[in-house]
């Protein structure tokens, strides 16, 4: 026989499981809810693309593309990428199915796994999940005020606090070339001091310095210029209005000029939702326009805007307000002896069919084990079946939450659970 082998997940993965995944649980049924008010629809999309997608979308001198990407060939030696973002896979799906075709706005929201190589650390993961949104053919800038307002009303009722919207405008492709003029300028003096791939980025896109991870970069951009003295007439009129809508809707903003965003396809509003609470992994999420995109990959002339949200950190931030989530069994059966294990099996089932969460005992334990058992997966209420409450027809009950305790009659436990739980069977 081949010796056992033991293995461990990839690093920088993790399995999610009870009680944790009733927190994504909970995020996931809260954004639908959210999301649908605004309608936005869901839309599921593959978790493998062709690799050109995000290197057009994202930009060939980013981190994602220089240095992330889960690439490899196929069989058929085609390049294929694990999706290392969202919105480049939502927007091939609307140029494709030509869902500019429907009337605008468009909106998706979107889930699942995401995958880029970056060191692990607290916050930073190689798979981990977001939950996005993509609004497309609206060029107002109500919609950014929208889609930040819907994001706020999903924090608050998930009982975030603290929370800090960052905000800026990073301007088009009008504003761009003097700005990008003045970032060389800054930088010139410093080039040789910059890390090999900033050297690099300096001349093909300097934007990207801004956005390097490295500490010595981060020290050498203090005092850059900021894109929002280089915005054109346009842009800065569109930023107005859209601050201007933020203090109407009292969504607080801090404005951040230093915040370019990681992704080259965004145009004008970019923001980043922060908490202090997450030590140096801190957006929670983080969004902005990318009114070129569609464009740029053959589809007609249409705006979007969208953003998503890191489900680890959301979490992360939920499980720090100790908040306990269900689910917890409405009723536990505790059968004593043969008989009673056979009766209690077909209480449950019945029970089940009538919409509530039942466990049973079956492996002949002990009452006092049986209770203990119940009062662990805090369990509303227990019913004990022996061999007298059989003979007789009267189960007894006993409700763990106010210690209450009496008998029904066995024919009728569906009927009394009902009545002593508001809102069930469901
Ligand atoms: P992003 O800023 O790259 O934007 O990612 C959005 C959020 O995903 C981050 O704020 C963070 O919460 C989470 N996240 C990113 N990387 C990791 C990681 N390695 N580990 C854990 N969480 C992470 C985008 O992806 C854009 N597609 C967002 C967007 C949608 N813009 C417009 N529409």
Not at 25 to 43: A, C, M, N, P, T
Not at 394 to 415: F, M, P
Request: aromatic content about 10%; proline content about 7%; charged content about 25%.
């Amino acid at each position: 026989m081949t010796p056992p082998q033991q293995f461990s997940a990839l690093k920088g993965v993790q399995d999610i499981f009870p009680p944790d995944v009733h927190l994504w649980q909970k995020v996931e049924s809260l954004s639908r809810e959210v999301f649908s008010l605004y309608g936005f629809e869901e839309i599921r999309l593959p978790i493998i693309e062709p690799t050109g997608l995000f290197v057009r979308s994202i930009g060939e001198t980013s981190d994602i593309v220089e240095k992330e990407m889960y690439t490899f060939p196929d069989k058929a030696g085609r390049s294929i990428t694990l999706r290392p973002e969202g919105t480049a896979p939502v927007v091939r799906a609307y140029i494709e199915h030509h869902l500019y075709n429907l009337p605008s706005p468009q909106k998706f929201f979107y889930s699942g796994p995401m995958f880029r190589y970056e060191r692990p650390q607290k916050g930073r993961f190689r798979q981990f999940y977001q939950i996005g949104v993509e609004a497309f053919g609206a060029v107002s800038p109500l919609l950014d005020a929208e889609l930040l307002s819907m994001l706020k009303i999903l924090l608050e009722r998930l009982g975030m606090k603290d929370l800090n919207f960052e905000i800026n405008s990073v301007g088009c492709g009008n504003c761009r070339p003097a700005y990008r003029t003045a970032l060389r300028d800054f930088f010139s003096a410093k080039l040789g001091s910059l890390c090999p791939d900033c050297q690099r980025r300096y001349e093909a896109n300097p934007l990207r310095i801004l956005d390097c991870k490295v500490d010595r970069c981060i020290e050498l951009r203090a005092g850059a210029p900021f894109i929002t003295d280089f915005l054109c007439s346009e842009c800065k009129d569109h930023f107005e209005k859209v601050l201007s809508a933020l203090r109407r809707l009292n969504i607080p903003y801090t404005l951040n000029p230093n915040m370019v965003r990681g992704l080259d396809y965004y145009t004008r509003t970019a923001f980043e939702v922060t908490s202090e609470h997450l030590g140096s992994q801190k957006a929670v999420a983080a969004g902005g326009r990318y009114d070129r995109l569609v464009e740029e990959f053959g589809g007609p002339p249409t705006p979007g805007m969208g953003f998503a949200l890191g489900m680890e950190r959301l979490t992360e931030l939920l499980r720090e307000t100790g908040e306990i989530v269900g689910p917890f069994p409405d009723v536990y059966i505790a059968p004593l002896g043969e008989r009673a294990i056979m009766e209690g099996f077909l209480m449950a089932e019945r029970l089940r069919a009538r919409g509530f969460l039942v466990e049973s005992g079956y492996d002949g334990s002990s009452l006092r084990s049986q209770l203990r058992k119940a009062n662990r997966i805090t369990a509303r209420f227990v019913i004990i079946l022996g061999e007298d409450e059989l003979s007789s027809g009267r189960a007894k009950w006993k409700n763990l939450g106010d210690g209450s305790q009496g008998d029904v009659e066995i024919r009728k436990v569906e009927e009394f659970l009902a009545s002593a739980s508001p809102g069930k069977p469901r």
